[in-house]
């Protein structure tokens, strides 16, 4: 996997030490994880599911995090040349990327994309289960959009903050990365 041996993926649970963890660049992701309760009760009732990034040679510190949970996509929202490929239905199936953070002192070291690639695979392994076709998030501002723009992520037209990237892009984008022993 992606970022192996250094990085460990794990879902949420009382033994990790979500105090610690610092993102003074957006403190509204640092509170959600280090609040007493939000996030674990949040992981816990799977309201979402919270997964963190261990940092195995740091003692297993959390190096970030993502949180995934169940939507939907509105076919007349998504651009015409995506719909017309996928049968006809009010809505479809899809995960939401709810939140996604790094602690500030893995700034500079490409932890982003080992995050952003460790939720492809969950996502595609949730598709298997339960038929969802894409990903969708809600970027915060227009410089985070850009950013996952160049991770194959598609606007939706009507909304530009709102993207989406469909299971078959990140299943090539995690065998493109995967195959290039990247990161």
Request: charged share 25%; aromatic share 8%; hydrophobic share 40%.
């Amino acid at each position: 996997m992606i970022g192996e041996p250094r990085f460990r993926q794990e879902r949420l649970g009382q033994q990790h030490d979500r105090a610690s963890f610092k993102c003074t660049r957006e403190e509204t992701l640092e509170r959600y994880l280090t609040d007493p309760g939000r996030a674990a009760r949040e992981n816990k009732r799977n309201v979402s599911a919270v997964y963190v990034l261990l940092d195995t040679t740091q003692g297993d510190r959390i190096a970030g995090y993502f949180t995934i949970s169940n939507t939907t996509l509105i076919p007349a929202l998504v651009p015409v040349d995506v719909a017309k490929k996928l049968l006809r239905y009010d809505s479809w199936g899809a995960v939401k990327l709810g939140r996604m953070a790094r602690h500030d002192e893995y700034d500079g070291l490409g932890l982003e994309s080992i995050l952003i690639v460790r939720a492809f695979s969950v996502v595609l392994s949730v598709a298997e289960q339960s038929g969802s076709l894409a990903l969708v998030v809600d970027a915060k501002n227009e410089t985070l959009a850009a950013w996952y723009v160049n991770q194959g992520f598609r606007n939706l037209p009507e909304s530009p903050l709102t993207l989406f990237i469909t299971n078959a892009q990140m299943a090539a984008y995690v065998k493109a990365l995967t195959s290039a022993g990247e990161p």
